[in-house]
């Protein structure tokens, strides 16, 4: 079978028949190599694909590109260098087929690699976009928005024309200094330093990231530096006579007081349960969530929201069952959600910076490995982090409040007392993660206590003839599960 051997979804079969898509594009080899500079940009500045080149886009004639000899291929080759700036990574690729004419001929392939952190444009300043199977120029805010997604222009940094030094909260500005250890430098000097003001056509002028650190009414210059909370009576949002919001509230503090605030709000919203201890099989209140999980969920949300986004605000939802944190903008450049947990990129350098002066944020990427481990450690499901419009990240923790709000009666803390003593540090660890968990597989737990299935059966056994696990189900289901019998 003919196919790419760099991208192997791209047979000879699947290059002339299926439609042109975001992933590939077929032309002519008889076009001049500077048309193809759009097609380069545009793939470049989305998410990568390839040109082939020798199958007509019009037709899908098999022409192959040995008839317009090497001087013209070598350009084709070239053209990513030649006609874009700065030149995007890129492959070439030949394969051997035979042309429509029964001869020996070849196509080429131009594998166009995603940029990272670069805008790349034509050689005449001209920006593409590809788009499903389309190119879109890209000019005035829409530029402007992939310039922040690849890092090669910051919101921060643009100059904000509005607002002047004695709006400023000199509290802050004060405490800024002191961390900075320099109690006595003119703020002027300091704010000039640290890039806060700059000079324009020979005026001064504060940044957006002063105005988001430092100003003492943020809501006059940025009314959406806000987090908006809402609580539901419930695990859904209701709506018309249906509706159940018991709380909603915004927060609205420049970026260096919204977290504190935020923290203080939204924690005292949050509730109590009831869970197992690990030493003495006695049930005890614990938080709803692990406070580092939901606090640094916030802390992320601030620090690395998309600012330029004005008109949105981060909403914190809180239902029965899970905590929701929505930031506006996508995940920034590098960071996608498989790879957030080890993969760090600060779409707002200066701020993050500043955050982790003042000690709110830390620049690795540890917050967020934390998070999954302090859920672990609660036995609660993992985090879940989410893109679900495009145009925002969705953090979501779950409570298991089905388990964990279920009324330990006194009779259920007297019998778990009572065999404590007489479970192995294994079955102990099944009935303290079932204390948090609805229901659960025996799969699952083998993974969970990191032993076999046949050690696991065994456990399951004791525990349920001595009354303390139940069976859901049939026993010979293979999605059988377990609760604790409370």
């Given at each position: 079978m003919i196919k790419s051997s760099i991208n192997p979804i791209l047979t000879l079969d699947y290059m002339i028949n299926e439609d042109e898509n975001k992933i590939f594009d077929r032309?002519?080899?008889?076009?001049?190599?500077?048309?193809?500079?759009?097609?380069?940009?545009?793939?470049?500045?989305?998410?990568?694909?390839?040109?082939?080149?020798?199958?007509?886009?019009?037709?899908?004639?098999?022409?192959?590109?040995?008839?317009?000899?090497?001087?013209?291929i070598n350009n084709f080759i070239n053209a990513p260098m030649d006609c874009c700036n700065?030149?995007?990574?890129?492959?070439?690729?030949?394969?051997?087929?035979?042309?429509?004419?029964?001869?020996?001929?070849?196509?080429?392939?131009?594998?166009?690699?995603?940029?990272?952190d670069r805008v790349i444009s034509t050689s005449n300043g001209s920006v593409f976009l590809r788009i499903g199977d389309r190119k879109r120029e890209l000019k005035g805010d829409d530029l402007r928005k992939l310039e922040y997604s690849k890092g090669s222009r910051h919101y921060e940094d643009e100059l904000n024309h509005d607002i002047r030094i004695t709006d400023l909260d000199?509290?802050?500005?004060?405490?800024?200094?002191?961390?900075?250890?320099?109690?006595?430098?003119?703020?002027?000097?300091?704010l000039f330093s640290r890039g806060f003001l700059r000079e324009q056509n020979g005026e001064k002028y504060l940044t957006n990231a002063a105005v988001l650190l430092f100003a003492k009414n943020v809501y006059q210059f940025y009314p959406n530096c806000r987090i908006r909370f809402i609580r539901y009576d419930g695990i859904s949002a209701g709506i018309g006579t249906q509706m159940n919001i018991i709380k909603d509230a915004n927060i609205e503090y420049p970026i260096l007081k919204i977290v504190d605030e935020a923290k203080k709000f939204i924690g005292a919203q949050l509730r109590e349960f009831t869970s197992l201890d690990s030493k003495t099989g006695?049930?005890?209140?614990?938080?709803?969530?692990?406070?580092?999980?939901?606090?640094?969920?916030?802390?992320?949300?601030?620090?690395?929201?998309?600012?330029?986004?004005?008109?949105?605000?981060?909403?914190?939802?809180?239902?029965?069952?899970?905590?929701?944190?929505?930031?506006?903008?996508?995940?920034?450049?590098?960071?996608?959600?498989?790879?957030?947990?080890?993969?760090?990129?600060?779409?707002?350098?200066?701020?993050?910076?500043?955050?982790?002066?003042?000690?709110?944020?830390?620049?690795?990427n540890e917050g967020v490995k934390r998070i999954y481990a302090d859920m672990e450690s609660f036995f609660l499901e993992a985090p879940e982090y989410s893109e679900p419009s495009g145009q925002t990240v969705k953090l979501v923790l779950r409570n298991n409040i089905v388990a964990r709000t279920t009324r330990q009666t006194e009779f259920a803390e007297k019998k778990m007392v009572e065999y404590w003593d007489k479970l192995d540090t294994v079955e102990r660890d099944i009935v303290i993660i079932m204390g948090s968990r609805s229901h659960i597989t025996a799969t699952e737990l083998s993974t969970m206590v990191n032993k076999t299935r046949r050690t696991i059966n065994k456990k399951i056994n004791h525990l349920s003839e001595l009354g303390i696990l139940k069976m859901n189900g049939n026993k010979h289901d293979p999605a059988l599960t377990y609760s604790l019998n409370i």
């Open positions: 032309k002519s080899a008889q076009l001049k190599p500077s048309d193809i500079a759009d097609e380069i940009s545009a793939y470049a500045n989305a998410d990568g694909g390839t040109i082939v080149f020798g199958i007509s886009d019009k037709t899908r004639r098999l022409e192959g590109i040995n008839a317009v000899g090497a001087e013209k700065p030149t995007p990574e890129y492959q070439e690729e030949f394969l051997d087929i035979e042309n429509v004419d029964g001869q020996a001929d070849r196509l080429l392939l131009l594998h166009i690699n995603p940029s990272v000199g509290e802050l500005i004060r405490q800024y200094k002191e961390i900075l250890g320099s109690p006595d430098i003119p703020t002027e000097q300091l006695i049930f005890k209140t614990v938080d709803e969530y692990p406070p580092f999980a939901w606090a640094e969920g916030i802390v992320n949300a601030v620090a690395h929201r998309e600012y330029a986004m004005t008109g949105k605000y981060i909403k914190v939802t809180m239902y029965d069952d899970r905590l929701e944190i929505e930031s506006p903008g996508k995940l920034p450049n590098i960071v996608t959600v498989d790879n957030i947990r080890t993969t760090n990129f600060s779409r707002n350098p200066r701020m993050a910076r500043v955050l982790a002066d003042f000690g709110i944020v830390k620049e690795l």
